[in-house]
């Protein structure tokens, strides 16, 4: 069966500083792995995804994540947080037999000034 | 419509009454996902259509939970005989198919049962 760990629920940060947030899944097929962000009073909304090809992939606000086979990660990164990116953020795994999509448990970016 | 739309968007219920929920998908998406997201869990996976079939049921947490879909577009899940530890925001998702593609998310329903 598939899964997905984020083993930090919330990660504080300072204003400009680089952040990483972590995810690993647990799957014995091929897989798609995706980010939502869940801004504050907001509905879930896809970050970026990893469907094949390239292992990096990029969102359009500067975040990147790297999907790594060997590690089973996907985890997620930006050089340079602002203000506005303090969120809660969801990786999510689908693939194998059923395709059924599946989230972690999120981790909360507490962007501080 | 244009996004997936839930209804009601809250809903205040008395334990052991049994509450309704609704979820209109986006037009021509095939797969639809119902998840539970409370405080501290996550998006708590409940069941997904392919059309109007249900190939996974294993996340619903009890038999007082049910779902159906009906015509490949509107869903409704079912909490029968509701208690407190129901209480939570039951989202709802669409995509054009299940495996590679976007899903879709509605605002949810937040469920409080007192």
């Known amino acids: 069966a598939q899964s997905v760990t984020q083993l930090d629920s919330q990660v504080p940060v300072f204003e400009e500083a680089p952040v990483e947030l972590r995810c690993n899944y647990s799957s014995s097929v091929s897989v798609y792995l995706f980010w939502y962000v869940q801004y504050p009073n907001q509905g879930l909304q896809l970050l970026l995804k990893y469907l094949s090809g390239s292992t990096l992939v990029e969102s359009i606000n500067g975040f990147e994540a790297e999907f790594n086979k060997s590690q089973t990660s996907f985890h997620l990164r930006k050089p340079s947080v602002h203000i506005s990116d303090t969120a809660e953020y969801f990786c999510a795994v689908s693939g194998g037999a059923t395709n059924k999509l599946i989230f972690g448990t999120g981790t909360l970016l507490a962007v501080q000034p | 419509g244009a996004g997936v739309s839930q209804s009601p968007s809250n809903k205040v219920t008395e334990k052991g009454k049994d509450v309704e929920l609704r979820c209109d998908p986006i037009s021509g998406h095939t797969a639809l996902y119902w998840y539970r997201q409370s405080l501290g869990q996550g998006l708590e996976f409940l069941i997904y259509f392919q059309g109007n079939s249900a190939p996974d049921k294993s996340g619903l947490p009890s038999d007082r939970f049910s779902a159906e879909r009906t015509g490949g577009s509107v869903s409704t899940l079912t909490i029968q005989r509701t208690q407190q530890e129901d209480s939570a925001v039951y989202l709802c998702?669409?995509?054009?198919?299940?495996?590679?593609?976007?899903?879709?998310f509605g605002q949810g329903t937040r469920l409080t049962v007192v």
């Open positions: 998702a669409s995509s054009e198919r299940t495996g590679h593609t976007e899903a879709f």
